[in-house]
């Protein structure tokens, strides 16, 4: 007997489970054809971006070694092609190289190209904050302690990888500028920092050393 209701109950599922295909097996095909399009398209787009990031590796290398050949213009036309149409982290990259480049003839030129990648929202947080320290220590002799502030000040918050050689070119340019108040906080800020390198720290503890006594308190 029971080998009859089971049998019942097996036929009732069948028929219930083919109307339910009569009536959805359009959108079940359609969704199943959405995904594997989806998966065949992520694939397909990680292995063009795994292409172009190669291409632009070669091409990188091959910028650095004209570079290094002193072949400047070629090496400039290279870098500017990179960053153009390079995959994304390269053109940072190359940007950075570029401007380094031109740092040696002209470090006022160099501090604007750095300047254009710090400004840049396209560039990696990292990137930009490394620019920005490039352009500080080219400037730190003609630039005044507000302008070396507005420039670094983003670099130097918390978490921020390059914040302790932010934090001591803002220390060195107030010193240079007789801010011995604003001296202070950035070296202070140094000291706290648990992160901060030992030989940085004790330049910092050097510099605090030659503060007038009345920024001590």
């Known amino acids: 007997m029971s080998e009859i209701f089971n049998e019942i109950d097996e036929d009732l599922r069948r028929e219930q489970f083919k109307k339910l295909w ?8 359609a969704a ?18 795994a292409k172009k990031a190669a291409e632009a590796g070669s091409a990188f290398e091959a910028a ?8 400047k213009t070629e090496a400039e036309a290279a870098f500017a092609k990179i960053a153009a149409d390079g995959s994304r982290g390269y053109r940072g990259l190359a940007r950075l190289r570029a401007a380094a480049d031109a740092a040696a003839a ?15 929202p396209s560039i990696a947080v990292t990137e930009q904050d490394l620019a920005r320290i490039r352009a500080a220590s080219l400037m730190m002799e003609a630039e005044p302690y507000a302008e070396m502030r507005q420039r670094l000040e983003p670099a130097s918050g918390e978490g921020r990888t390059f914040r302790h050689t932010a934090r ?9 500028a007789n801010d011995a108040t604003a001296a202070r906080q950035w070296l202070d800020m140094i000291g706290n920092d648990a992160r901060t390198p030992a030989s940085m720290r004790s330049r910092a503890e050097a510099l605090q050393a030659l503060l007038p006594p009345a920024a001590k308190s």
């Open 32 to 49: 199943a054809i959405l995904i594997v399009a989806g998966v065949g398209g992520w694939r397909g787009y990680q292995y063009l971006e």
């Open 168 to 176: 001591e070119l803002l220390a060195l340019s107030a010193y240079r």
């Open 106 to 120: 002209d470090p006022k030129a160099a501090a604007k190209l750095y300047d254009g990648i710090a400004a840049d």
């Open 64 to 71: 650095i070694g004209l570079s290094e050949q002193g072949k």
């Open 22 to 29: 009569e009536r959805y097996s359009i959108f079940i095909i």
